[in-house]
């Protein structure tokens, strides 16, 4: 999955993304670009401005994309300006044929088509859902591409500066838009409340610019990026009139969103077959949790894989589902299933309680993430269990030991960087 994100994050995160109590309230679209209200809105916004998550690869993308040779892809300037000129037409951003959106898409064609058959798989479950809330805020439908380009549609992305989940939150923007952080949950990794937060952050970002395209800009750099450009073009409100007064990565960021787009609209015509989705949204249901329960807790009870619970609940950090009184936290589990865990939901709360019972006595708390330990797994262990203990996720178990499963064998030997005991 990373290889994927590395080659499919095409830019990435809200690079100045800020709090909503940030902008202004009296600034209005007919004051907003005045040199005063630049410098209000910059000093509120760029002091939290965030490198992108990718910056080192940004200038990759800008060469890839728009400096490598294409020219052995067979796609006509005329045909991809009628095929824009429809999407455009039907759609609020302005999706203008130019030589260099040309060449960014040519460029994913040749670099990265081998990669949009699992990106499409996935979108199968993601979009429903985005799109019901897109709509809800009346925004366009076409915005859930806006996800793709910020984390190739993987919910746990997380940036080296902590921007994290499918829209990449900020810890301190997530916090703004009521997406809680705690030592289990992390609601920026939640599908279903992170949409709904981007959703009411990109709804901000058009009322101050009354744009969709500078709307997008403005999610990648800031409002206050987006205000100087217009600025110092002179007053245009166009992207393409725009782009080169805005910061690089944000001039490689909305043709990448084009271009995403445009490849999704014309799938067929360029070969691009999607691989069978693993699940859809609506196959889908939830249920409350009464004690706390690890998704191998769950597994080993109804035989519903680990890997499927956590491709379904990608909001809890450790794998663990916390009860705590006032809260309801909810296990999301294919439609089918959730008659078997609901005849089997005391016996998942049995063992559970038995896995507590048979823990050891905490040890320090933390240890230094770059200390490595060798674990022996013993009887009664299993990868969540073991995940718990030390503060770490079980994907990290896995990729640090090159685990291709979740099966352990007694005695065996993990070498793991824990956070803490449990």
């Known amino acids: 999955m990373k290889k994927i994100l590395l080659i499919f994050l095409f830019t990435s995160s809200v690079l100045a993304q800020t709090q909503k109590d940030s902008i202004p309230q009296k600034i209005t679209k007919a004051d907003l670009f005045s040199d005063y209200d630049i410098a209000l809105i910059d000093s509120l916004l760029m002091d939290s401005k965030y490198k992108s998550p990718l910056y080192e690869?940004?200038?990759?993308?800008?060469?890839?994309?728009?400096?490598?040779?294409?020219?052995?892809?067979?796609?006509?300037?005329?045909?991809?300006?009628?095929?824009?000129?429809?999407?455009?037409?039907?759609?609020?951003?302005?999706?203008a044929y130019n030589p260099a959106l040309e060449t960014v898409i040519k460029s994913y064609l040749k670099y990265r088509k081998r990669y949009y058959p699992t990106l499409m798989a996935k979108a199968e479950y993601y979009f429903p859902m985005f799109e019901k809330y897109l709509d809800q805020y009346d925004i366009p439908l076409e915005m859930k591409y806006l996800a793709i380009v910020e984390s190739a549609l993987d919910p746990t992305a997380k940036s080296r500066v902590g921007a994290t989940g499918l829209w990449q939150f900020m810890y301190t923007t997530g916090i703004q838009y009521k997406l809680k952080v705690s030592s289990y949950v992390d609601e920026r990794q939640d599908p279903l409340k992170a949409t709904i937060a981007a959703c009411q952050y990109l709804s901000d970002l058009y009322s101050i610019f009354g744009d969709w395209d500078l709307a997008l800009a403005a999610y990648n750099s800031g409002p206050g990026n987006v205000s100087k450009a217009i600025k110092r073009s002179g007053g245009y409100r166009?992207?393409?009139?725009?782009?080169?007064?805005?910061?690089?990565?944000?001039?490689?960021?909305?043709?990448?969103?084009?271009?995403?787009?445009?490849?999704?609209?014309?799938?067929?015509?360029?070969?691009?077959?999607?691989?069978?989705?693993?699940?859809?949204?609506?196959?889908?249901?939830?249920?409350?949790?009464?004690?706390?329960?690890?998704f191998d807790q769950i597994s080993e009870t109804t035989g519903i894989s680990s890997e499927l619970i956590q491709l379904l609940n990608?909001?809890?950090?450790?794998?663990?589902?916390?009860?705590?009184?006032?809260?309801?936290?909810?296990?999301t589990l294919p439609r089918k299933n959730t008659l078997q865990f609901l005849e089997?939901?005391?016996?998942?709360?049995?063992?559970?309680?038995?896995?507590?019972?048979?823990?050891?006595?905490?040890?320090?708390?933390?240890?230094?993430?770059?200390?490595?330990?060798r674990?022996?797994?013993?009887?009664?262990?299993?990868?969540?269990?073991?995940?718990?203990?030390?503060?770490?996720?079980?994907?990290?178990?896995?990729?640090?030991?090159r685990l291709k499963t979740s099966r352990l064998k007694i005695g065996q030997r993990l070498s793991i960087y824990p956070k803490n005991y449990k």
């Open 375 to 401: 674990y022996k797994v013993k009887s009664g262990d299993f990868l969540g269990k073991i995940a718990n203990k030390f503060g770490v996720r079980v994907s990290d178990i896995k990729r640090w030991n």
């Open 238 to 294: 166009n992207y393409w009139n725009i782009r080169p007064f805005l910061p690089r990565e944000t001039a490689s960021y909305v043709p990448a969103f084009y271009a995403t787009m445009y490849l999704f609209e014309y799938q067929k015509e360029h070969e691009l077959i999607a691989d069978a989705p693993q699940i859809r949204h609506f196959e889908t249901d939830t249920i409350h949790v009464k004690k706390t329960i690890s």
């Open 314 to 331: 990608p909001s809890y950090k450790l794998d663990i589902i916390p009860y705590i009184e006032g809260k309801n936290y909810t296990v």
């Open 344 to 373: 089997n939901e005391q016996a998942i709360y049995a063992l559970a309680e038995a896995d507590a019972a048979k823990r050891e006595k905490p040890l320090p708390k933390y240890f230094e993430m770059d200390k490595r330990i």
């Open 57 to 95: 690869t940004a200038t990759y993308i800008i060469d890839d994309a728009e400096d490598k040779d294409v020219s052995n892809i067979t796609l006509s300037s005329e045909v991809l300006k009628e095929r824009l000129r429809k999407i455009d037409a039907k759609t609020p951003f302005h999706l």
